[in-house]
């Protein structure tokens, strides 16, 4: 596709619930962020692919956030028990295989999770 | 203390002025410094990039860098309209990963 992709747009859960947040990265690009941003703060990094594999996952916030990558492509963020603290924009973003200099991170439109 | 810390506004400004956002960092490793521009309900996109210290200018926006202060700059001249938006400083690390760290975010509004 033109762009990163991410699904669902809006998502609205009760507190408890688990809830799966998808994204599809810019085709070839190998390298996938997730990120959130919660009411008046800056984006929070929360795990980054290289590929299949996850060489920093040091943003997640406790155990109950998960992601996985397939086929080097699509990513999917989980989050279990879901509490209320949760609700906030998750924003995936993807770029092309990092080196020591700088590549752009294109960033999806996110998907806005509110916990009621 | 955040790592980097950004004046949230909101920047009210008219049309056609010059507008000056800032951030502020602590951690003198840093080596890239952005800016996204975030529409509402719009994912961020890249604006501009800069490498160690220096300016670099693109059209209305210029960037400014000063290691030895930990301080970056974003500068719009003649401002529109358009322009209204929540502008996001972000750094990196050199290195590998991509991994960045971001400002709280300014938001501007350019009014007619």
Not at chain 2, 5 to 32: H, K, M, R, W
Not at chain 2, 78 to 87: E, F, G, H, N, V
Not at chain 2, 103 to 111: A, N
Request: proline fraction near 5%; include cysteine.
């Amino acid at each position: 596709g033109a762009g990163v992709s991410q699904s669902p747009s809006n998502k609205v859960t009760e507190k408890g619930k688990d809830v799966e947040l998808r994204c599809d990265p810019i085709s070839g690009h190998t390298a996938l962020y997730w990120y959130r941003q919660s009411l008046g703060q800056g984006l929070e990094f929360l795990i980054y692919f290289q590929g299949n594999s996850a060489p920093d996952k040091s943003g997640l916030p406790s155990d109950r956030f998960s992601a996985e990558r397939t086929g080097g492509s699509v990513s999917t963020l989980t989050i279990q028990r879901t509490q209320q603290e949760d609700s906030a924009v998750y924003l995936c973003a993807s770029s092309p295989r990092p080196s020591p200099r700088y590549t752009e991170a294109f960033f999806g439109q996110g998907t806005r999770l509110t916990v009621v | 203390q955040k790592e980097v810390e950004q004046d949230p506004g909101p920047l009210s400004v008219p049309e056609g002025a010059i507008v000056s956002l800032n951030c502020t960092y602590s951690n003198s490793a840093f080596q890239y410094f952005m800016w996204y521009r975030q529409y509402s309900r719009k994912g961020p996109e890249l604006l501009m990039y800069t490498y160690s210290s220096g300016n670099k200018e693109d059209g209305r926006f210029t960037a400014q860098v000063d290691k030895s202060s930990k301080y970056i700059s974003l500068f719009i001249r003649d401002s529109q309209p358009s322009d209204s938006a929540t502008y996001l400083c972000a750094m990196r690390l050199t290195g590998g990963g991509n991994k960045l760290t971001f400002g709280t975010g300014t938001q501007l509004k350019v009014e007619l």
